[in-house]
């Protein structure tokens, strides 16, 4: 298991990025990630090609964040001569964090990219204190 970013290390960083493991599919695919922090949270980009909205299960579980992608060939009208586009699953897990508000995670999926935002929980995000005075 490759770890680029491991909940329990104190940089302030929300995913244990890993490969897949695997789901009995004979063609499932890994989708590249890309992670960035910005101030309130996380996104976390996902490469999944030819993905539609509706073929998208995410889900949270015990802490564990799931892409489940199936890309589907589409078959026009005619006879089949050559095929090379076949469909695919796309699997990925990715642990989270007590960093990241679970309740509040956010996806959208545009031009084959799965983009994912994991907001800070209110627990890490910096808050400003006031100070009062005793007089």
Do not use: C
């Amino acid at each position: 298991m490759k770890r680029l970013y491991a909940a329990q290390t104190n940089d302030g960083l929300p995913v244990e990025v890993s490969h897949v493991r695997r789901t009995g599919h004979d063609n499932v695919q890994v989708p590249p990630v890309d992670l960035y922090e910005i101030d309130d949270g996380w996104i976390l980009i996902a490469d999944v090609p030819g993905v539609r909205k509706e073929d998208l299960d995410l889900e949270v579980d015990k802490g564990v964040l799931t892409i489940h992608a199936r890309r589907v060939s589409s078959e026009p009208e005619g006879r089949v001569i050559h095929q090379e586009f076949e469909p695919v699953d796309f699997f990925r897990s990715f642990p989270l964090s007590d960093q990241v508000d679970r309740t509040r995670i956010s996806a959208n999926v545009v031009g084959g990219l799965l983009t994912i935002t994991l907001p800070k929980a209110d627990a890490v995000r910096p808050r400003k204190i006031v100070v009062e005075s005793g007089d």
